[in-house]
């Protein structure tokens, strides 16, 4: 299991898809990530270094993620579809 905080603040991530807990938990503790929540049906997150840049999804392109599941093919599938949904493109 990844800490992605931890991961992302080392900078082995550059962003995680992850659970809304753990965006609430880092914000608590004033941890210098950024998370956004509920995208599609789930309670999922996205967790990112406030200093990475990301300021909306399509900026997710070509970042190093991990994912619940990973490294199965459903979470490259969600940043995909926010990516496209925000009129980005990813190559």
Avoid at 44 to 73: E, W
Wanted: glycine content about 12%; charged content about 20%; some cysteine.
């Amino acid at each position: 299991h990844w800490e992605a905080d931890r991961e992302i603040m080392a900078g082995r991530l550059d962003v995680a898809v992850t659970e809304t807990l753990h965006l609430a938990l880092d914000a608590a503790q004033n941890k210098d990530v950024i998370g956004f929540a509920r995208f599609f049906h789930t309670d999922g997150g996205v967790m990112y270094l406030a200093s990475s840049g990301i300021t909306r999804p399509r900026d997710m392109c070509n970042k190093t993620i991990t994912y619940p599941g990973y490294p199965g093919p459903g979470g490259p599938a969600i940043v995909q579809t926010m990516v496209e949904a925000d009129g980005g493109k990813c190559s």
